[in-house]
Each structure stands twice: as structure tokens, then as C-alpha cells.
């Protein structure tokens, strides 16, 4: 109805009606997430990372590194920027650490429910995707890392990349079962059969369910088992129909718990100032390392600033994050939560229409069609 209406994009109605629910007291989730509101955000998380991770051919990168590249410069210098001004604004070392990494992470989520509703394709579109489904990717890794080390000082960084590296092993093992067992499916059954598409999410959601108490990240594994496929399977890989219907209702419950969740936080003058910091310097950090960055990469600087624009959006990922830090350490957590949430809230909402008007600008999607009266005279006419 928001996209017919005024042209907006789909996902804008769901914060909206998530944030409205959320302010009401009516959504039932706790905070920080556990249970059912926990492992319905994770699943929905794993599930879009997993159709990212499939679409993400490893050969691009061999024909253009410089890709690669460009993808670590902007995540360093966004988690850069975001520390520096978050220290000037004299929080806590923990605590800027904690949103300098949720600030790395993109959506995904939101990017590819846009491109869905408008039908966008093109080097625009791709290199959108692709970024942010890198910038998660790293964003997943340090976080859960992360989430050992949260209440100790700056000096745990090699920690930190010990834990890094066993949380992105760990990870990688059962997404590479993930998708050995999907190959073998795949060769038994149709791909665009509903049997498919129920063992597909069968599968993700066992790797949800068994991922984190191994020491490893549910959606890091659903990424990297969707990245495995791709390069595995011997046919094209095809989303099917079946589990496209799934994965769209599960992507709505997931808006609709991330607004929900997010309009909780702190809107104090405080932490709403810091948040508004970080929106401004994360979105120019991305923008401006992506410009840098461009040459070689086989792209113009209008569409490289398109892309930019494309990763401004958090959701998901970022909630999970924040919940995550909130439960390992309620002190640090809550001093995390109280700016990251209106983050998360501010830039899935602005974010949704940047990606709409970057894609739309870009000449990679129509301009969403308004719904307009008929002129007076026509129902006249039809009945003469």
C-alpha cells in the first residue's frame, strides 16, 4: 500500500507499522532478544544472507580485486571515522568499539527487499549487494568476537583477532556442511520444487539453531554456506519460488521486529545527539572511502556515489549486534543500546528511501508508480 500510494518502498511500511507497535507497548518481544523473538531475528538474518552469499560469485573478484579492496578500505575507514568522533564525544573505549563495528555493518536485508520491489539490476545494484554483504560479513565477525572481550580496555585487540578467526572458523565449518548437504540435495530434487525449498530452510534453520553454541554466528554461517554453494554446485543456482514466499514473510516479521525493538531506545538529547554523529559520519565515511577508492574498480564516481547511498541502511544485523552486546554485558550493553537503537531506527527508515531514489537515479529501476484517481469524466464515460 506505501509503495502504490506515494511511491515508497514496501519495507518503509514495515518499520513504520513495527515502530508504531513498539511504541505502543503491543509487540512482545523482550529486550535484549531471546527465545522465539531471538531465533525468528536470526533465521530471518540467516535466510537473506544466505541468498546474498549465493549470489556472490568468488571469480568476480579475481577479475576485479580491486573490488575487495575498496570493500576493506570503506569498512576500516567507517569503523575509523565512527571511533574518532564517538572518543571526541568522551564515551567509554568498550562502548565506541561496540558501535564503531555495528556502524561497519549495512542491511542487505533492506538493499535487496528494494531491488525485489523495484526490479533493479545492473553494476549499481551488484556492487551494492556485494559491499554490504562483505561489510556484514566482517561486521558478524568482529562483533561476535567481540562479545568476549566487551568489558575489557583497548589493549585486547589481539584477543580480539584470535576470537575473529575462531569465530569465522567455526562459522565457515557449518557452512560448509550447510552446503555440502545442500549440494547432495540438489541433485536429488528439482530446484524450483517446494521439497527443495522446505530443506533448504529446514537446513538454514538447523544451522540457526546449532551455530551459536558451537562459538560461531548463525547468519555468518548461513552467508558463508550460500557463498559455498555458489561455487559447488554444478548447476545455476536457482532461489526458488517456494522459499522466496518464505523468506519474504519471514523478512517482514524481521522489519517489523527491528523497528519494533529500535524505537525503544534511548531519545534523550545525549544520546540522540551522538546518534545523529554517527549517522552523519558513518554515511560520509562510506560515500567518501567509496569514492576513493572507485579507480580500477571499473566504475563511474556518479555510480560509485549511488552505491554509497545504497549502504546507508542498518536493520538486522545491527539489532542483533546490539542485543548481543546488551546480554553479554548490560553495563557496556546498555550504554551501546542507548545510541545504536535510534541508529538502527533513523537509517532503516531514511536508508530505505535512499536506496529506492539511489536505484531509481542510477537508470537500474523504474520510478515506483504511484496510484492515481481516474479523471472525473471516465466513469461518465464507461457508462454512456
Known amino acids: 500500500m506505501v509503495q502504490r500510494l506515494a511511491g515508497l518502498p514496501k519495507v518503509l511500511g514495515y518499520a513504520v507499522v513495527g515502530a508504531l507497535a513498539g511504541a505502543a507497548g503491543l509487540a512482545g518481544a523482550t529486550w535484549p532478544l531471546r527465545g522465539v523473538g531471538l531465533f525468528l531475528l536470526e533465521l530471518g538474518i540467516a535466510v537473506v544472507l544466505f541468498e546474498a ?27 575509523a571515522a565512527a571511533y574518532g568522533v564517538l572518543r571526541a564525544l568522551g564515551l567509554d573505549a568498550p562502548v565506541v568499539r561496540a558501535l564503531a563495528i555495528i556502524a561497519v555493518a549495512a ?90 525449498a522446505i530443506v533448504i530452510l529446514a537446513l538454514v534453520a538447523a544451522a540457526v539453531a546449532g551455530t551459536t553454541p558451537l562459538g560461531g554466528s548463525a547468519p555468518l554461517a548461513a552467508l558463508l554456506g550460500g557463498l ?23 523478512s517482514i516479521v524481521m522489519f517489523v521486529l527491528v523497528s519494533a525493538m529500535a524505537v525503544r531506545g534511548d531519545w534523550g538529547a545525549a544520546s540522540f545527539g551522538a546518534a545523529l554523529a554517527l549517522i552523519a559520519v558513518r554515511a560520509g565515511a562510506k560515500v567518501a572511502s567509496l569514492l576513493l577508492t572507485g579507480f580500477g574498480t571499473g566504475m563511474a564516481p556518479r555510480q560509485t556515489l549511488w552505491v554509497g547511498a545504497a549502504l546507508v541502511p542498518m536493520s538486522a544485523v545491527a539489532l542483533l549486534l546490539t542485543s548481543r552486546f546488551v546480554s553479554a554485558s548490560h553495563g557496556v550493553g546498555q550504554q551501546v543500546a ?18 529506492s531514489v539511489a536505484l531509481v537515479r542510477s537508470g537500474e529501476a523504474a520510478q515506483p508508480e504511484r496510484r492515481r484517481e481516474p479523471p472525473a469524466g471516465d466513469g461518465e464515460e464507461g457508462k454512456s
Not at 556472490?56 to 578500505?73: D, E, G, I
Not at 532461489?239 to 522466496?244: N, S
Not at 545510541?339 to 528511501?353: C, K, N, Q
Open 53 to 79: 552469499g549465493a549470489r556472490l560469485p568468488l571469480r568476480w573478484f579475481r577479475h576485479n580485486p580491486m573490488v575487495l579492496l575498496q570493500s576493506v578500505a570503506e569498512s576500516l575507514l567507517t569503523f
Open 107 to 196: 542491511s542487505p536485508a533492506v538493499l535487496m527487499r528494494v531491488v525485489a520491489d523495484l526490479r533493479a539490476g545492473g553494476p549499481v545494484t551488484d556492487r551494492a549487494i556485494a559491499l554490504a554483504t562483505l561489510n556484514t560479513l566482517y561486521a558478524l565477525t568482529l562483533g561476535t568476537a567481540m562479545l568476549r572481550t566487551i568489558d575489557r580496555g583497548e589493549g585486547t585487540l589481539a584477543a580480539s583477532l584470535a576470537y575473529s578467526l575462531t569465530v569465522l572458523g567455526l562459522s565457515a565449518l557449518v557452512g560448509a556442511v550447510l552446503a555440502a548437504v545442500l549440494t547432495i540435495a540438489l541433485r536429488l530434487l528439482r530446484p524450483t520444487s517446494q521439497d527443495t
Open 228 to 250: 559455498a554453494l555458489r561455487q559447488v554446485h554444478p548447476r545455476p543456482w536457482v532461489w526458488p519460488r517456494q522459499l522466496g514466499t518464505a523468506a519474504s514473510m519471514l
Open 338 to 355: 542507548a545510541i545504536a537503537l535510534p541508529v538502527i531506527l533513523i537509517t532503516e527508515l531514511v536508508g530505505a528511501v535512499m536506496v
